[in-house]
């Protein structure tokens, strides 16, 4: 404290404006004076020196903090400190400021634990879903390499080896998809669609691997139905619901879309009558990289993830409900207004 020029000067002001004011009043006065000018200072150098203790326990605390490395250190220093109050005044203010300070600075370190075990898990499951279709592809252009075998055997490899291909590309596309809207790198650029324009956008692609397994689609809808939404987006998360459902649907099978518009919200059902999805998997199926119990072998597991973190930006919610063996029922809604 005595280090503190502020004080000392503080101090030094005082005593001499006690001198001064003895010095200034008569012989009779100047005992009480001194004694009541004495006290005063007395008073004034415990209270300053009880701000002064206070400010250097918070000081120490903030070192405390600047040389705490673990997580759950932080976590008890801050508890412990947190324990003791002061009473409304400025140093009040200051311990609460301290203490928020102390506060973003522990759920900041939380996130970022949490952002690293994502981040950890992602990479795992990556280079799982990476490893499978790699192997195959390996086998396969070994077996290419025999120059005896069969040109039907060589054509249904060379066939294999382009569906593997084609897999791989659409798991790093969607990922770097991903990637840019969790990074909020992606401006959705929201307007007026026609919902039937959108839709046959989304099931263009589709339309020849739904023909080979002979399966049907059935679009109902008000042809002047509109949603507010980004078309190409939306349309990528329609198509990865449909491709969905496609997989859970057996040769023969269909998939039908129907959709209307009122004026709080715009919907679209898509649903399928394939092997269904387990209950106990409902939950889960938006989660990246989870794969229910009737997934197809082709799965990923990251198609659902994407379709429902783009409606999310959009304002909008998907629900889902399905019975086994009977199908599944995807229901979107793009709402006109913030809810």
Same mark, same amino acid.
């Given at each position: ?15 001499? +404006? ?27 150098? +415990?209270?300053? %020196? ?62 970022? +634990? ?19 279709? +790699?192997?195959?592809? $390996? ?59 959108? $839709? ?18 059935? %679009? ?56 269904? @999805? ?45 019975? @086994? ?12 207004? %913030?809810?």
């Amino acid at each position: 404290m005595i280090r503190n020029k502020e004080l000392v000067a503080y101090f030094i002001t005082i005593l001499i +404006l006690s001198i001064v004011s003895g010095i200034c009043m008569g012989e009779e006065n100047k005992l009480p004076a001194y004694a009541f000018l004495g006290l005063i200072l007395i008073i004034s150098v +415990l209270f300053n %020196v009880m701000r002064y203790v206070h400010i250097k326990k918070l000081s120490e605390y903030l070192i405390k903090i600047q040389n705490l490395n673990s997580h759950e250190e932080l976590k008890s220093v801050y508890w412990n400190m947190s324990l003791k109050s002061y009473s409304e005044g400025e140093l009040s203010i200051l311990k609460t400021e301290v203490y928020k300070v102390t506060r973003m600075l522990i759920e900041q370190k939380e996130r970022l +634990l949490a952002d690293k075990t994502f981040l950890a898990d992602s990479l795992a499951d990556i280079s799982h879903q990476l490893k499978t279709p +790699l192997t195959s592809l $390996t086998v396969m252009a070994d077996l290419l390499e025999e120059r005896e075998l069969p040109d039907e055997k060589r054509a249904e490899f060379t066939q294999n080896i382009h569906v593997q291909l084609n897999r791989i590309e659409w798991l790093v596309s969607t990922l770097l998809k991903m990637s840019k809207l969790d990074a909020g790198t992606i401006c959705l650029n929201l307007r007026n669609c026609n919902i039937k324009k959108l $839709t046959d956008r989304a099931f263009s692609h589709l339309l020849i691997p739904m023909e080979l397994k002979n399966q049907s689609l059935i %679009v109902e809808g008000d042809i002047k139905a509109g949603c507010i939404c980004d078309e190409n987006w939306t349309a990528e998360a329609i198509a990865n619901i449909a491709k969905n459902c496609m997989e859970h649907t057996g040769d023969g099978g269909y998939i039908k879309v129907t959709y209307d518009e009122n004026a709080i919200y715009s919907k679209i059902v898509i649903e399928d009558n394939g092997i269904g @999805i387990d209950s106990e998997d409902l939950p889960h199926i938006f989660e990246r990289f989870y794969k229910g119990k009737n997934s197809s072998s082709d799965s990923v597991g990251i198609g659902l993830a994407f379709a429902r973190q783009i409606i999310a930006m959009e304002n909008g919610t998907i629900d889902v409900s399905s019975i @086994i063996n009977s199908g599944t029922r995807f229901e979107i809604r793009l709402y006109k207004t %913030v809810v």
